[in-house]
C-alpha cells in the first residue's frame, strides 16, 4: 500500500504564490514519474506537470514559465512552485505517482485545493 500526502494549498490573490508538496510512503520498490494534475468545478481533471525520476520534467503549456516542479528522490517527494497565480489555476490539485512493487500501478493523493481570488 502506498499513501501520497499532499500540502500547501490555500487561498492567494492574483500574482500570488504556493508551493504544494507531495510525499510518498509506503511499500514499493521504486517510483517512476510523479506529477501533478487538476481539476477544476465542471471540468476534467488535466495534466499540469510531471518529472521522472532522472528530472525530465512535463508542463502544461497553461503553466509554462509561471510553474516549475521538482523531485527528491531521497524523500520521495514532488513541488510544484507556483508563481503568478491567476484565477484561472483555481481548482483541486492531486498528486500522481507510477509506483513499482510486483508490478506497476498508479496512486493518487487526496487533492488540495488552491483558490485564486482577489
Known amino acids: 500500500q502506498v499513501l501520497l500526502v499532499e500540502s500547501g494549498g490555500g487561498l492567494v490573490q492574483p500574482g500570488g504564490s504556493l508551493r504544494l508538496s507531495c510525499a510518498a510512503s509506503g511499500s514499493f520498490f521504486s517510483i517512476e514519474a510523479m506529477g501533478w494534475y487538476r481539476q477544476a468545478p465542471g471540468k476534467e481533471r488535466e495534466l499540469v506537470a510531471a518529472?521522472?525520476?532522472?528530472?525530465?520534467?512535463t508542463l502544461a503549456t497553461s503553466v509554462k514559465g509561471r510553474f516549475t516542479i521538482s523531485r527528491n528522490n531521497i524523500n520521495n517527494t514532488i513541488y510544484l512552485q507556483m508563481n503568478s497565480l491567476k484565477p484561472e489555476d483555481t481548482a483541486v490539485y492531486y498528486c500522481?505517482?507510477?509506483?513499482?512493487?510486483?508490478?506497476?500501478?498508479?496512486?493518487w493523493g487526496q487533492g488540495t485545493q488552491v483558490t485564486v481570488s482577489p
Open positions: 518529472v521522472t525520476p532522472g528530472g525530465s520534467t
Open positions: 500522481n505517482a507510477d509506483v513499482v512493487y510486483r508490478t506497476t500501478r498508479t496512486y
